[in-house]
Protein backbone atom coordinates (compact mmCIF):
# COMPACT_ATOMS: atom_id res chain seq x y z
CA UNK A 1 0.00 0.00 0.00
CA UNK A 2 1.76 3.25 -1.15
CA UNK A 3 -0.09 6.49 0.82
CA UNK A 4 -1.91 8.35 -1.62
CA UNK A 5 -1.39 12.22 -1.78
CA UNK A 6 -4.75 13.81 -0.26
CA UNK A 7 -4.65 11.53 2.56
CA UNK A 8 -3.81 12.77 6.00
CA UNK A 9 -0.39 11.59 6.43
CA UNK A 10 0.53 13.19 3.17
CA UNK A 11 -1.10 16.54 4.07
CA UNK A 12 0.54 16.68 6.81
CA UNK A 13 4.28 15.91 5.44
CA UNK A 14 3.77 18.46 2.62
CA UNK A 15 2.40 21.18 5.29
CA UNK A 16 5.37 20.45 7.44
CA UNK A 17 2.95 21.85 10.52
CA UNK A 18 2.95 18.33 12.78
CA UNK A 19 4.70 18.81 16.15
CA UNK A 20 5.87 15.31 17.52
CA UNK A 21 3.50 15.59 20.47
CA UNK A 22 0.63 15.20 17.58
CA UNK A 23 1.64 11.51 17.53
CA UNK A 24 0.41 10.61 21.05
CA UNK A 25 4.07 9.53 21.82
CA UNK A 26 5.09 9.50 25.21
CA UNK A 27 6.23 12.86 26.76
CA UNK A 28 9.30 12.15 28.42
CA UNK A 29 10.27 10.88 24.46
CA UNK A 30 9.24 14.40 23.02
CA UNK A 31 10.59 15.85 26.12
CA UNK A 32 14.08 14.38 24.96
CA UNK A 33 13.81 15.42 21.40
CA UNK A 34 12.87 18.87 22.19
CA UNK A 35 16.20 19.27 24.28
CA UNK A 36 17.85 18.17 21.31
CA UNK A 37 16.06 21.21 19.02
CA UNK A 38 13.93 18.87 17.51
CA UNK A 39 10.08 19.71 17.52
CA UNK A 40 8.72 19.65 14.04
CA UNK A 41 9.22 16.17 11.89
CA UNK A 42 10.47 15.71 8.25
CA UNK A 43 8.81 15.08 5.91
CA UNK A 44 9.48 10.73 5.90
CA UNK A 45 9.02 11.03 9.39
CA UNK A 46 5.41 12.22 9.71
CA UNK A 47 4.37 10.36 7.17
CA UNK A 48 5.57 7.09 8.36
CA UNK A 49 4.96 7.56 11.80
CA UNK A 50 1.09 7.48 12.29
CA UNK A 51 1.68 4.15 10.62
CA UNK A 52 4.79 2.50 12.47
CA UNK A 53 3.39 3.38 15.49
CA UNK A 54 -0.12 1.40 15.13
CA UNK A 55 2.32 -1.56 14.50
CA UNK A 56 1.89 -2.12 10.87
CA UNK A 57 4.52 -3.12 8.53
CA UNK A 58 6.58 0.07 7.12
CA UNK A 59 8.32 0.17 3.88
CA UNK A 60 9.89 3.89 3.93
CA UNK A 61 12.17 5.39 0.92
CA UNK A 62 13.94 8.03 1.07
CA UNK A 63 17.73 9.65 0.22
CA UNK A 64 20.15 9.83 2.39
CA UNK A 65 19.82 12.71 5.57
CA UNK A 66 16.12 12.42 5.35
CA UNK A 67 15.45 11.54 9.07
CA UNK A 68 14.95 8.26 8.63
CA UNK A 69 16.55 6.95 12.19
CA UNK A 70 14.24 9.21 14.18
CA UNK A 71 11.55 7.72 11.94
CA UNK A 72 12.29 4.39 12.99
CA UNK A 73 13.42 5.11 16.22
CA UNK A 74 10.27 6.77 17.96
CA UNK A 75 7.78 3.42 17.19
CA UNK A 76 10.82 0.69 18.52
CA UNK A 77 11.15 2.60 21.81
CA UNK A 78 7.49 3.62 22.17
CA UNK A 79 6.59 -0.27 21.50
CA UNK A 80 8.42 -1.81 24.28
CA UNK A 81 7.17 0.96 26.64
CA UNK A 82 5.71 -1.87 28.86
CA UNK A 83 7.16 -4.95 29.25
CA UNK A 84 10.77 -6.39 31.01
CA UNK A 85 14.05 -7.09 29.64
CA UNK A 86 15.46 -10.26 29.96
CA UNK A 87 18.98 -11.66 29.71
CA UNK A 88 20.49 -12.63 26.06
CA UNK A 89 16.64 -11.79 24.45
CA UNK A 90 16.36 -8.28 22.70
CA UNK A 91 12.59 -6.95 22.27
CA UNK A 92 13.66 -5.17 19.46
CA UNK A 93 16.41 -5.69 16.45
CA UNK A 94 17.69 -2.89 14.29
CA UNK A 95 20.26 -4.09 12.15
CA UNK A 96 22.69 -1.51 10.03
CA UNK A 97 25.60 -2.27 7.09
CA UNK A 98 28.38 -0.51 9.41
CA UNK A 99 29.48 -0.29 12.42
CA UNK A 100 29.79 3.17 11.93
CA UNK A 101 26.23 3.82 11.09
CA UNK A 102 25.34 1.22 13.90
CA UNK A 103 26.92 3.81 16.55
CA UNK A 104 25.38 6.55 15.04
CA UNK A 105 21.55 5.04 15.24
CA UNK A 106 22.38 3.74 19.21
CA UNK A 107 23.07 7.55 19.56
CA UNK A 108 19.80 8.32 18.41
CA UNK A 109 18.12 6.02 19.91
CA UNK A 110 19.60 5.93 23.63
CA UNK A 111 18.36 8.79 24.89
CA UNK A 112 14.95 8.12 23.88
CA UNK A 113 15.03 5.11 25.41
CA UNK A 114 16.52 5.78 28.28
CA UNK A 115 13.39 8.38 28.78
CA UNK A 116 11.14 5.18 29.05
CA UNK A 117 14.02 3.25 30.82
CA UNK A 118 14.91 1.26 28.40
CA UNK A 119 18.32 0.11 27.62
CA UNK A 120 20.28 -0.07 24.49
CA UNK A 121 23.58 -1.70 23.19
CA UNK A 122 25.79 -2.18 19.78
CA UNK A 123 27.11 -5.64 18.41
CA UNK A 124 29.89 -5.19 15.28
CA UNK A 125 32.68 -7.04 14.57
CA UNK A 126 36.30 -5.77 14.50
CA UNK A 127 36.58 -5.19 18.52
CA UNK A 128 36.60 -7.92 20.91
CA UNK A 129 32.67 -9.46 21.76
CA UNK A 130 33.09 -9.90 25.51
CA UNK A 131 31.78 -6.50 26.25
CA UNK A 132 28.85 -7.09 23.80
CA UNK A 133 28.13 -10.26 25.60
CA UNK A 134 28.46 -8.90 29.06
CA UNK A 135 25.68 -6.29 27.72
CA UNK A 136 23.66 -8.92 26.46
CA UNK A 137 23.93 -11.10 29.63
CA UNK A 138 22.63 -8.40 32.24
CA UNK A 139 19.50 -7.43 29.98
CA UNK A 140 19.01 -5.44 26.74
CA UNK A 141 15.68 -4.15 25.22
CA UNK A 142 16.71 -2.87 21.98
CA UNK A 143 20.24 -4.49 19.91
CA UNK A 144 21.97 -2.47 17.05
CA UNK A 145 23.72 -4.83 15.25
CA UNK A 146 25.41 -5.72 11.73
CA UNK A 147 24.59 -8.57 10.66
CA UNK A 148 28.32 -10.57 10.36
CA UNK A 149 28.83 -10.21 13.91
CA UNK A 150 25.03 -11.08 15.05
CA UNK A 151 25.42 -14.30 13.18
CA UNK A 152 28.42 -15.12 15.04
CA UNK A 153 27.01 -14.44 18.50
CA UNK A 154 23.87 -16.44 17.47
CA UNK A 155 26.05 -19.76 16.26
CA UNK A 156 27.73 -19.05 19.53
CA UNK A 157 24.00 -19.64 21.08
CA UNK A 158 25.11 -16.38 23.38
CA UNK A 159 21.58 -14.73 22.50
CA UNK A 160 17.98 -15.70 20.63
CA UNK A 161 16.01 -13.41 19.06
CA UNK A 162 12.79 -15.24 19.93
CA UNK A 163 11.82 -12.15 22.06
CA UNK A 164 12.37 -9.48 19.15
CA UNK A 165 8.94 -7.67 19.21
CA UNK A 166 9.64 -4.85 16.37
CA UNK A 167 12.88 -5.44 13.79
CA UNK A 168 13.83 -2.70 11.55
CA UNK A 169 16.55 -3.32 8.17
CA UNK A 170 18.32 0.46 7.53
CA UNK A 171 20.50 0.75 4.81
CA UNK A 172 18.94 -2.14 3.22
CA UNK A 173 20.20 -1.55 0.06
CA UNK A 174 23.54 -0.71 1.18
CA UNK A 175 23.76 -4.50 3.02
CA UNK A 176 22.55 -5.64 -0.55
CA UNK A 177 25.56 -4.20 -2.00
CA UNK A 178 27.93 -5.36 1.20
CA UNK A 179 26.61 -8.98 0.03
CA UNK A 180 24.45 -9.27 3.79
CA UNK A 181 21.34 -10.21 2.15
CA UNK A 182 21.96 -13.87 2.61
CA UNK A 183 22.80 -13.63 6.52
CA UNK A 184 19.78 -11.34 6.91
CA UNK A 185 17.72 -13.65 5.79
CA UNK A 186 19.12 -16.32 8.24
CA UNK A 187 18.65 -13.61 11.03
CA UNK A 188 15.02 -12.65 9.92
CA UNK A 189 14.45 -16.64 10.47
CA UNK A 190 15.13 -16.83 13.47
CA UNK A 191 12.73 -13.31 14.42
CA UNK A 192 9.15 -14.31 15.60
CA UNK A 193 7.17 -14.42 11.59
CA UNK A 194 4.58 -12.05 12.58
CA UNK A 195 6.37 -9.29 14.75
CA UNK A 196 6.26 -5.85 13.14
CA UNK A 197 9.16 -5.02 10.94
CA UNK A 198 10.28 -1.66 9.69
CA UNK A 199 12.23 -1.71 6.09
CA UNK A 200 14.19 0.95 5.22
CA UNK A 201 16.41 1.76 1.75
CA UNK A 202 16.93 4.39 -1.10
CA UNK A 203 16.46 1.70 -4.08
CA UNK A 204 14.20 -1.32 -3.66
CA UNK A 205 17.40 -3.12 -6.03
CA UNK A 206 20.20 -5.95 -5.71
CA UNK A 207 17.49 -7.88 -3.82
CA UNK A 208 15.82 -5.56 -1.24
CA UNK A 209 12.53 -6.46 -3.29
CA UNK A 210 13.24 -10.57 -1.91
CA UNK A 211 13.10 -9.16 1.09
CA UNK A 212 9.92 -6.90 1.35
CA UNK A 213 8.29 -9.44 -0.26
CA UNK A 214 9.31 -12.33 1.95
CA UNK A 215 9.55 -10.97 5.72
CA UNK A 216 7.01 -8.19 5.76
CA UNK A 217 3.36 -8.23 5.73
CA UNK A 218 1.23 -6.05 3.91
CA UNK A 219 3.46 -3.33 4.25
CA UNK A 220 2.58 0.55 3.52
CA UNK A 221 5.17 2.03 1.41
CA UNK A 222 6.32 5.96 2.18
CA UNK A 223 8.10 7.59 -0.85
CA UNK A 224 8.68 10.81 0.37
CA UNK A 225 11.35 12.38 -2.42
CA UNK A 226 13.12 10.10 -5.56
CA UNK A 227 15.83 8.73 -3.82
CA UNK A 228 18.10 8.32 -6.64
CA UNK A 229 17.84 12.62 -7.35
CA UNK A 230 19.84 15.11 -5.54
CA UNK A 231 18.44 16.95 -2.56
CA UNK A 232 17.78 20.27 -3.98
CA UNK A 233 19.85 22.71 -1.99
CA UNK A 234 22.74 20.32 -2.96
CA UNK A 235 25.18 22.70 -5.46
CA UNK A 236 27.06 20.07 -7.63
CA UNK A 237 30.77 21.86 -9.14
CA UNK A 238 33.17 19.82 -11.36
CA UNK A 239 36.52 21.44 -11.63
CA UNK A 240 39.07 20.42 -14.21
CA UNK A 241 42.46 20.22 -13.13
CA UNK A 242 45.52 20.32 -15.34
CA UNK A 243 47.55 17.67 -14.07
CA UNK A 244 48.17 15.92 -10.31
CA UNK A 245 50.28 18.99 -9.14
CA UNK A 246 47.45 21.43 -9.87
CA UNK A 247 44.58 18.77 -8.27
CA UNK A 248 47.04 18.81 -5.07
CA UNK A 249 47.13 22.02 -4.82
CA UNK A 250 43.45 22.93 -4.87
CA UNK A 251 42.14 20.06 -3.11
CA UNK A 252 44.85 21.87 -0.22
CA UNK A 253 42.71 25.07 -0.91
CA UNK A 254 39.38 23.56 -0.67
CA UNK A 255 40.22 21.66 2.48
CA UNK A 256 41.19 25.12 4.02
CA UNK A 257 38.33 26.20 4.89
CA UNK A 258 36.26 27.24 8.07
CA UNK A 259 33.33 25.08 8.03
CA UNK A 260 33.10 21.20 8.31
CA UNK A 261 34.27 19.26 4.69
CA UNK A 262 34.58 16.02 3.81
CA UNK A 263 36.90 14.59 1.47
CA UNK A 264 36.55 11.15 -0.33
CA UNK A 265 39.08 8.81 -1.84
CA UNK A 266 39.17 5.82 -3.70
CA UNK A 267 41.76 4.07 -1.65
CA UNK A 268 42.57 3.71 2.09
CA UNK A 269 46.47 4.55 1.92
CA UNK A 270 45.60 7.86 0.01
CA UNK A 271 43.03 9.04 2.81
CA UNK A 272 45.57 8.30 5.15
CA UNK A 273 48.55 9.49 3.35
CA UNK A 274 46.28 12.88 2.26
CA UNK A 275 45.01 13.56 6.02
CA UNK A 276 48.71 13.37 7.18
CA UNK A 277 50.21 16.48 4.63
CA UNK A 278 47.25 18.53 4.67
CA UNK A 279 47.82 18.36 8.79
CA UNK A 280 51.54 19.21 7.88
CA UNK A 281 50.28 21.87 5.76
CA UNK A 282 48.59 23.46 8.56
CA UNK A 283 45.22 22.02 8.01
CA UNK A 284 44.19 19.53 10.59
CA UNK A 285 42.60 16.62 9.42
CA UNK A 286 41.81 12.89 10.11
CA UNK A 287 41.54 10.04 8.73
CA UNK A 288 38.64 7.20 8.78
CA UNK A 289 39.22 3.70 6.67
CA UNK A 290 38.74 0.30 6.90
CA UNK A 291 42.48 0.04 8.11
CA UNK A 292 41.23 2.15 11.24
CA UNK A 293 40.72 -0.05 14.65
CA UNK A 294 37.62 0.98 16.04
CA UNK A 295 38.85 2.60 18.83
CA UNK A 296 40.91 4.87 15.94
CA UNK A 297 37.61 5.38 14.23
CA UNK A 298 35.65 6.41 17.37
CA UNK A 299 38.65 9.00 18.12
CA UNK A 300 38.77 10.83 14.42
CA UNK A 301 35.15 10.85 14.11
CA UNK A 302 34.70 12.41 17.57
CA UNK A 303 37.58 14.99 16.69
CA UNK A 304 35.43 16.05 13.40
CA UNK A 305 32.08 15.81 15.40
CA UNK A 306 33.12 18.01 17.84
CA UNK A 307 34.75 20.74 15.71
CA UNK A 308 38.34 19.89 16.99
CA UNK A 309 38.92 19.32 13.06
CA UNK A 310 37.32 20.63 9.98
CA UNK A 311 38.50 18.51 7.81
CA UNK A 312 37.29 14.46 7.54
CA UNK A 313 39.49 12.55 4.57
CA UNK A 314 37.70 9.12 4.19
CA UNK A 315 37.18 6.29 2.02
CA UNK A 316 33.41 5.07 0.78
CA UNK A 317 33.51 3.64 4.41
CA UNK A 318 31.33 6.60 5.09
CA UNK A 319 29.69 7.36 2.51
CA UNK A 320 26.86 6.09 4.61
CA UNK A 321 25.63 6.25 7.81
CA UNK A 322 27.87 9.30 9.01
CA UNK A 323 25.85 11.98 10.22
CA UNK A 324 27.29 15.02 10.91
CA UNK A 325 25.73 18.36 11.55
CA UNK A 326 27.25 21.40 9.18
CA UNK A 327 28.90 19.99 6.79
CA UNK A 328 28.99 22.70 4.12
CA UNK A 329 31.15 21.37 1.48
CA UNK A 330 31.75 17.54 0.10
CA UNK A 331 35.02 17.00 -2.59
CA UNK A 332 35.12 14.07 -4.50
CA UNK A 333 39.08 13.83 -4.38
CA UNK A 334 38.73 10.47 -6.45
CA UNK A 335 36.07 10.79 -8.55
CA UNK A 336 33.64 7.24 -7.18
CA UNK A 337 33.23 4.16 -9.36
CA UNK A 338 28.79 4.98 -9.94
CA UNK A 339 26.48 6.67 -9.54
CA UNK A 340 25.12 5.35 -6.41
CA UNK A 341 28.33 5.63 -4.38
CA UNK A 342 28.51 9.19 -5.53
CA UNK A 343 25.02 10.61 -4.60
CA UNK A 344 25.83 8.78 -1.17
CA UNK A 345 29.38 10.29 -0.54
CA UNK A 346 27.57 13.50 -1.93
CA UNK A 347 24.83 12.97 0.96
CA UNK A 348 27.14 14.10 3.98
CA UNK A 349 25.76 17.71 3.11
CA UNK A 350 22.71 19.50 2.22
CA UNK A 351 21.16 17.55 4.79
CA UNK A 352 17.93 17.67 6.51
CA UNK A 353 16.81 20.75 4.31
CA UNK A 354 20.38 22.77 4.90
CA UNK A 355 22.86 23.65 2.08
CA UNK A 356 25.57 22.34 0.74
CA UNK A 357 28.12 22.59 -2.46
CA UNK A 358 29.59 19.12 -3.74
CA UNK A 359 32.96 19.52 -6.14
CA UNK A 360 34.56 16.60 -8.20
CA UNK A 361 38.35 16.64 -8.79
CA UNK A 362 38.87 15.98 -12.79
CA UNK A 363 41.82 15.03 -13.93
CA UNK A 364 41.77 15.06 -18.20
CA UNK A 365 41.78 11.11 -18.48
CA UNK A 366 38.78 11.03 -16.28
CA UNK A 367 36.53 13.64 -18.21
CA UNK A 368 34.52 10.52 -19.99
CA UNK A 369 34.22 8.65 -16.46
CA UNK A 370 32.99 11.74 -14.87
CA UNK A 371 30.36 12.48 -17.64
CA UNK A 372 28.96 8.90 -16.99
CA UNK A 373 28.99 9.36 -13.46
CA UNK A 374 27.05 12.57 -13.47
CA UNK A 375 24.39 11.80 -16.34
CA UNK A 376 23.93 8.58 -14.30
CA UNK A 377 23.04 10.57 -11.29
CA UNK A 378 20.83 13.17 -12.74
CA UNK A 379 23.10 15.94 -12.55
CA UNK A 380 23.50 18.43 -14.99
CA UNK A 381 26.45 20.34 -14.70
CA UNK A 382 29.37 21.79 -16.80
CA UNK A 383 33.16 21.19 -16.15
CA UNK A 384 35.10 24.25 -15.16
CA UNK A 385 38.43 24.72 -15.53
CA UNK A 386 40.37 25.74 -13.02
CA UNK A 387 43.82 26.34 -11.34
CA UNK A 388 44.78 26.87 -7.45
CA UNK A 389 43.96 30.00 -6.27
CA UNK A 390 41.52 31.24 -9.07
CA UNK A 391 38.09 33.20 -8.02
CA UNK A 392 35.91 29.53 -8.39
CA UNK A 393 37.63 27.70 -6.14
CA UNK A 394 38.34 30.86 -3.58
CA UNK A 395 34.34 31.11 -3.70
CA UNK A 396 34.22 27.23 -2.64
CA UNK A 397 36.90 27.72 -0.03
CA UNK A 398 34.94 30.85 1.68
CA UNK A 399 36.47 31.62 4.78
CA UNK A 400 40.04 30.60 5.57
CA UNK A 401 41.24 28.82 8.68
CA UNK A 402 44.60 30.84 9.95
CA UNK A 403 47.29 27.74 9.73
CA UNK A 404 48.03 25.35 12.94
CA UNK A 405 51.28 24.56 13.43
CA UNK A 406 51.56 20.30 12.94
CA UNK A 407 52.24 18.98 16.18
CA UNK A 408 55.41 17.85 17.01
CA UNK A 409 56.68 14.74 17.31
CA UNK A 410 57.61 13.71 20.72
CA UNK A 411 61.04 12.62 21.20
CA UNK A 412 63.00 10.57 23.99
CA UNK A 413 66.36 11.62 25.63
CA UNK A 414 68.65 8.91 24.56
CA UNK A 415 70.05 7.31 27.37
CA UNK A 416 73.49 7.99 28.19
CA UNK A 417 75.98 5.10 27.16
CA UNK A 418 76.91 2.42 30.06
CA UNK A 419 80.51 1.69 29.78
CA UNK A 420 81.27 -2.33 29.49
CA UNK A 421 81.90 -4.06 32.91
CA UNK A 422 85.23 -4.42 31.71
CA UNK A 423 86.10 -0.89 31.65
CA UNK A 424 84.64 0.34 34.91
CA UNK A 425 87.44 0.70 37.46
CA UNK A 426 86.80 -2.08 40.51
CA UNK A 427 87.82 -1.89 43.83
CA UNK A 428 89.71 -4.34 45.93
CA UNK A 429 87.19 -7.31 46.13
CA UNK A 430 85.90 -6.74 42.77
CA UNK A 431 83.65 -4.29 43.66
CA UNK A 432 82.62 -0.95 41.28
CA UNK A 433 82.55 2.21 43.20
CA UNK A 434 79.33 2.91 45.20
CA UNK A 435 78.27 6.48 45.65
CA UNK A 436 77.53 6.35 48.99
CA UNK A 437 78.54 6.73 53.10
CA UNK A 438 80.59 3.68 55.17
CA UNK A 439 78.02 3.63 57.95
CA UNK A 440 75.25 3.48 55.43
CA UNK A 441 72.67 0.51 55.38
CA UNK A 442 73.62 -0.84 51.97
CA UNK A 443 77.70 -0.63 52.56
CA UNK A 444 77.47 -1.91 55.87
CA UNK A 445 75.64 -4.97 53.91
CA UNK A 446 78.34 -4.63 51.52
CA UNK A 447 80.96 -5.24 54.18
CA UNK A 448 79.23 -8.27 56.00
CA UNK A 449 78.44 -9.87 52.24
CA UNK A 450 81.91 -10.17 51.39
CA UNK A 451 83.26 -13.04 53.05
CA UNK A 452 80.27 -15.08 52.12
CA UNK A 453 80.10 -14.19 48.36
CA UNK A 454 83.59 -16.02 47.70
CA UNK A 455 83.78 -18.36 44.82
CA UNK A 456 80.79 -16.71 43.05
CA UNK A 457 82.58 -14.62 40.24
CA UNK A 458 85.15 -11.73 40.14
CA UNK A 459 87.90 -10.85 41.98
CA UNK A 460 87.78 -11.89 45.53
CA UNK A 461 84.63 -13.62 44.51
CA UNK A 462 82.05 -10.60 44.40
CA UNK A 463 79.73 -10.75 41.35
CA UNK A 464 79.20 -7.25 39.54
CA UNK A 465 76.15 -5.46 40.81
CA UNK A 466 73.26 -5.13 38.37
CA UNK A 467 72.09 -1.04 38.22
CA UNK A 468 68.96 -0.38 40.88
CA UNK A 469 65.41 -0.80 39.57
CA UNK A 470 63.49 2.14 39.02
CA UNK A 471 60.93 3.09 41.57
CA UNK A 472 57.81 1.74 40.52
CA UNK A 473 59.23 -0.71 38.07
CA UNK A 474 57.80 -3.33 39.57
Given amino acids: MVIAPGSCAARHASKGIMNFSDFGLPSSVVSVLAERGVTTPFPIQAASLPDSLAGKD ?38 APTRELALQIDATTAPLAAALGLRTTTVFGGVAQSRQVAALDAGVDVLVACPGRLEDLLNQRLLTLDGVEITVLDEADHMADLGFLPVVKRILD ?9 LFSATLDNGVDILVKRYLHQPVTHSVDEAAAPPPQMTHHVLAVADAASKRDVVQQLAAGAGRRVLFTRTKHHAKKLAKQLTAAGVPAVDL ?6 GARERNLAAFSSGAVTVLVATDIAARGIHVDDVELVVHVDPPA ?37 RKAKIRVQPQPVTPGDATVTALVGTVLAPVAPPRPTTTQPRPAQQPRSAQPRQQGGRAPQAQSPSSPSASRNRRGRGRGRGRGGVGGQ ?12
Fill in 58 to 95: VLGRGRTGSGKTIAFALPVVTRLASGRRAPRRPRALIL
Fill in 190 to 198: RTPQRAQRL
Fill in 289 to 294: HGNLGQ
Fill in 338 to 374: EHKAYLHRSGRTARAGSGGDVVTIMLPEQRGDVADLT
Fill in 463 to 474: STPQPARAAGAR
